[in-house]
């Protein structure tokens, strides 16, 4: 195989990582364009932090409280704090993108079971390892409908997250609240 052929398969390799692994899947594009175009204008219910510990769970209200308070000083959206614990039943893997997609379900069906009274709900997901480390963040966005309007993961392979290197639940919600007023602009639009 040639140099540059090799050079292209490793570049489309990594692009193809990206994508996923930014989590433009599983967006509803019609979810996200409405969320974006609401922000600033609109409401989200965040929920406690839960916290992947081998296949136990935890939950973490502080990071609701930071999460929502990341929403309102950023101004884009009226916060309401719940205490409800989403049920996240799926057991720990190895494989991210995994455990991702079946948080994400579960969360998705909470709502539908549970309506929520402001236009959107907020779950971070926080993947502690057997170390004691995290290993990464995860954060779900659906409308009152559970369309899935915005979701992200971070991990090692991401520079916010391995400047960040967050040892605690509280790191966790410093770096997720950074990226999130970052990302979680009118102007960027999504995917």
């Known amino acids: 195989m040639s140099r540059n ?3 292209l398969i490793k570049a489309l390799a990594g692009l193809s990582f990206l994508v996923f ?5 599983p967006v509803d594009r019609a979810a996200n364009k409405a969320f974006f175009g609401s922000l600033g204008n609109t409401s989200v219910t965040v ?3 839960f916290i992947r510990d081998g296949d136990e769970g935890l939950y973490d209200a502080d990071a609701a409280t930071g999460i929502g308070a990341c929403f309102t000083d950023n ?3 009226t916060v309401t704090l719940s205490d409800e614990e989403i ?4 057991s ?3 494989n991210q993108a995994k455990m991702f997609s079946e948080s994400i379900a579960e969360f998705a069906d909470y709502v539908v079971a549970n309506p929520i009274e402001t236009e959107y709900a ?5 993947l502690k390892l057997g170390s004691g480390e995290y290993g990464g963040i995860h ?3 659906v409308d009152a409908q559970a369309r899935v309007a915005w979701c992200h993961l971070w991990n090692s392979h991401w520079e916010a997250f391995a400047e960040a290197s967050p040892d605690t639940a509280a790191g966790c919600t410093a770096m997720l609240t950074q990226e999130l007023a970052e990302l979680l602009t009118p102007a960027e639009g999504g995917p």
């Open 5 to 7: 052929r090799a050079g």
């Open 21 to 25: 692994a930014g989590c433009n899947y």
């Open 47 to 49: 929920f406690p932090a």
């Open 75 to 77: 101004g884009l959206a």
């Open 87 to 90: 049920p996240i039943t799926g």
């Open 92 to 94: 720990w893997s190895v």
């Open 122 to 126: 907020v779950l971070a997901e926080y």
């Open 139 to 141: 954060c779900y966005i």
